[in-house]
Every structure is written in C-alpha cells, then in structure tokens.
C-alpha cells in the first residue's frame, strides 16, 4: 500500500522511481513489521486467509444485523430496550486478536467494548438479551471469535 501512495504522488511510472520508492517502503514495512511482536503471532497460512475473509463475511453481515436492529429502534414508536453491562469471556489469546474481537463489537452499533481484563470483556450492550454470560458470548462474541481464533490464536 505504501508503494502504491509512492508511486501515485510521483506521478511517474519510471523504473528509478519504482526501485527508490520500493526500497523505502520495503524499509519502513519491515521496521513497523520488526517492531509489533504482535504481528508475529498471526497464522500467514491459507486457511488462516479463508477463515479471514469468513470473518471479513461475518462482520459485514453481523454490521448489516445491527444497523437494521438500530434502524427498528429508531423509528419504533416505544423504545422496549434494556441497556446493561455484560461481561463475556474469550478464548483468544492473541492480544491482536482480542483487539480486533473488541473493534469488531464496539463497530457493530448497540455494543461497545468498555474494558478488556485477561480474557474478559466487559460490553455495554443496548437491549440486554441475557445475563448469562455463557448466552451472552454466544451472541456477542462467538459469530467473530471462532475465525479471529484460526488467524490470530
């Protein structure tokens, strides 16, 4: 990506301009790659990339769910919502992969991420369908947690 921004504020396809913006985009790639261990943890195999465009499915349609349920309870004469704070466990033990958990429930609207300790996440969620933490995790958490689980661990 870095090569591609290089190349369009050059403006120029020439092979001088390709080689110096490759090597320094190779450069500061491979030090932002080098710097994040974090990274390292991540499975670079072809199932770890198939179950990351399933997780990329699951987002789009759990995103799709949500926003259709906001919609419902915006136009919706009375608000029946019950908000609450639910406390969910996960089985990542990735720290990316707990923080891309975390982004992908507080971008689905009526979730939010409000603390993360150990493996717990603490969510304020906006009608409360269980506090069952069991149930809840089911709900929230499972659709993205078992591809996140094969990419990052």
């Known amino acids: 990506?870095?090569?591609?921004?290089?190349?369009?504020?050059?403006?120029?396809?020439?092979?001088?301009?390709?080689?110096?913006?490759?090597?320094?985009?190779?450069?500061?790639?491979?030090?932002?790659?080098?710097?994040?261990?974090?990274?390292?943890?991540?499975?670079?195999?072809?199932s770890a990339f198939y179950h990351f465009l399933a997780y990329l499915g699951t987002f789009i349609i759990e995103l799709v769910k949500a926003n259709i349920n906001m919609l419902a309870y915006v136009y919706a004469p009375s608000i029946g919502i019950r908000p609450g704070i639910v406390r969910v466990r996960t089985r990542l033990t990735s720290p990316i992969g707990r923080l891309a958990l975390a982004n992908s429930i507080a971008l689905t609207p009526g979730s939010l991420v409000l603390d993360l300790k150990g493996d717990t996440f603490y969510i304020h969620w906006l009608d409360v369908m269980t506090t069952d933490a069991d149930e809840a995790a089911a709900i929230l958490v499972d659709p993205f947690e078992r591809h996140l689980e094969k990419v990052f661990g």
Not at 21 to 40: E, K, L, P, R, V
Request: proline share 2%; net charge neutral.
């Open 1 to 46: 990506m870095l090569f591609v921004v290089w190349m369009i504020a050059n403006s120029s396809m020439a092979w001088e301009v390709a080689l110096t913006g490759g090597a320094i985009t190779f450069a500061i790639a491979h030090a932002f790659a080098s710097a994040s261990a974090a990274w390292g943890r991540v499975n670079w195999t072809p």
